[in-house]
């Protein structure tokens, strides 16, 4: 049985807080602060397994962060995590345990369902390796959608130069038509594996999903839908009648974003082997221990979890922008749009209480440089303030030492100049550009400054391989139940996305026969236009 802990805004530490911002929290500034003490960088960083942060470009001193840790103490974060780890129900909506962290727990650990766990691993590796070995087989389909689609998505192409390359992975996900159609066009029926992921083997774009790909399949002569496709689902009956005998199982304690540790990482063991998965795993759980050992103080999710806190609640920032500076990491920013707003998004508390305070943030990025041309225009000179995160990779898999020393400087030089910023004063002192004839020099040097202290955070690996990018998930995974706890919120329901689906089930019908009766005038008008001619 969980115990209750405190809300984080009926705790001595929020009123603590509160007090803080008022009196110093709120008029801190970074060049400041930095000119002021020279071990701030040492200070506010942390070691963790595989991932370096420098976190001491944030909007936070030393009793910022006294204050963060007492809130995250009398909210009883510890003894919530320990409850989870322990595979209590603290999925208390849905009355199911938290055990994403049991997946990765190396064989005869002392953990929950270790056994049933690393038997289904051994025999999902196993497929893995055979489909390897498979010269036939040069094209994998995985069809899935949520936390089926976006994990793997996301690791394939990060996991790049460990890649098998007999192998091309494609991944199909949205219900469009237009996903499927191109994957299709350069197939062969007798060379492709169709992967199709969903628990229950009901979802509904990923079942519609797979029956084109069926019928594709049998439409093109293949003739062996048992060798063709796979299953990664618990409905091993629904899978038998669709014709797939090769199917590998979870459990109903694995959220779809937390899967991509379950059978729902076939596709990255086919692409990368099974030496390399367990390294994923193995990464993760090195930073699981972290997370459930290390102090407070300098446990790394605790503290991004802690700033998220601050920055939501206190702040008042709306967003977080996530930059990876690795091409390799492009599906991340996406990957943790899933993870932490279907996670966070909530209104209520555990008791069923609407919230005073706001939740999670909106998640966004694109991969650096790609983002400086594009968004980093409104991180640097916009009204609203966007904490950034910038993730570096010390080494690359690739050759280009040229091309990968400016993605570095430009990772640098962008944290830099949000932080520094530049004064009119100095922009004025500048050589200015051509300008129209009649802007003055003082308004063309106001264009052209920066407010600056805009913080940012900046994660380092030393290289991305399988086990660094289970340890960067993992981390994101514990920050996410940081925050959530300490909002008082079950970050592991997601009731928000349950509306739609049933309003789209009775609306499938409509779109067919054009019966519009009952309907609100908007949805009705919609659905007349396209039932018209």
């Given amino acids: ?133 498979d010269e036939h087989i040069t094209d994998i389909v995985n069809i899935g959608i949520g936390g089926s689609d976006l994990g793997p998505q996301m690791v394939v192409p990060a996991l790049d130069a460990f890649a098998h390359r007999g192998k091309r992975l494609h991944f199909v996900s949205n219900v469009d038509g237009h996903d499927i159609t191109p994957v299709l066009r350069g197939l062969d029926p007798e060379r492709t594996l169709f992967i199709v992921a969903s628990k229950t083997f009901t979802t509904q774009e990923t079942m ?64 990368v082997g099974a030496d390399n998965f367990r390294a994923l795993l193995a990464g993760a759980h090195a930073m699981d221990r972290h997370f459930a050992e290390a102090p407070l103080a300098n446990n790394l999710p605790v503290l991004l979890g802690l700033l998220d806190v601050w920055y939501r609640n206190f702040h008042g920032f709306t967003s977080r922008s996530v930059a990876p500076y690795h091409q390799g990491l492009a599906r991340l920013p996406a990957y943790l749009q899933q993870l932490e707003m279907e996670s966070n998004g909530k209104r209520v508390d555990m008791q069923g209480q609407p919230l005073p305070y706001a939740t999670s943030p909106v998640v966004w990025g694109e991969p650096g440089t790609n983002g400086q041309h594009a968004y980093f225009q409104m991180l640097h000179q916009g009204t609203g303030v966007v904490p950034v995160e910038f993730i570096a990779v010390k080494t690359p898999s690739h050759t280009h030492a040229d091309l990968h020393a400016k993605l570095l400087a430009n990772c640098l030089a962008q944290s830099q100049a949000l932080m520094l910023g530049k004064t009119a004063a100095e922009a004025a002192a500048e050589k200015a550009p051509t300008a129209a004839a009649d802007i003055a020099p003082a308004v063309l040097a106001r264009h052209r400054s920066f407010p600056g202290n805009r913080p940012s955070t900046t994660l380092l690996l030393a290289a991305l391989t399988p086990h660094s990018l289970g340890a960067l998930i993992a981390m994101y995974e514990h920050r996410v139940f940081t925050s959530g706890a300490l909002w008082g919120i079950n970050s592991f329901d997601q009731w928000g996305v349950e509306l739609g689906k049933a309003l789209c089930s009775q609306l499938l019908p409509r779109l067919a026969s054009g019966d519009t009766t009952g309907l609100d005038a908007s949805t009705a008008g919609l659905l007349a236009k396209l039932h018209s001619a």
């Fill in 208 to 271: 519609a999903n797979a029956a084109v790909a069926r019928e594709w399949f049998l439409q093109q002569g293949g003739t062996d839908i048992a060798r063709h496709f796979a299953a990664t689902t618990t409905n091993v009956a629904a899978a038998a009648q669709f014709g797939i005998t090769t199917t590998f199982g979870f459990w109903d304690w694995v959220g779809g974003r937390y899967s991509l540790w379950s059978a729902i990482g076939l596709p990255i063991a086919i692409a």
């Fill in 1 to 133: 049985m969980t115990t209750h802990h405190p809300r984080c805004d009926a705790t001595a530490a929020w009123a603590a807080l509160q007090g803080h911002w008022q009196a110093h929290g709120r008029e801190l500034d970074l060049r400041e602060a930095f000119a002021r003490d020279p071990g701030r960088f040492n200070a506010f960083s942390v070691q963790a397994p595989e991932v370096f942060a420098d976190l001491s470009k944030n909007l936070i001193d030393t009793a910022t962060l006294h204050f963060l840790l007492d809130l995250a103490r009398e909210c009883g974060l510890e003894a919530r995590r320990d409850a989870m780890l322990r595979g209590e129900p603290i999925n208390r909506t849905e009355g199911r345990a938290v055990l994403h962290t049991a997946l990765r727990a190396p064989a005869g650990a002392a953990t929950p369902f270790n056994a049933e766990v690393h038997g289904v691993l051994a025999a999902m590796l196993a497929y893995a390796e055979q489909v390897r070995a």
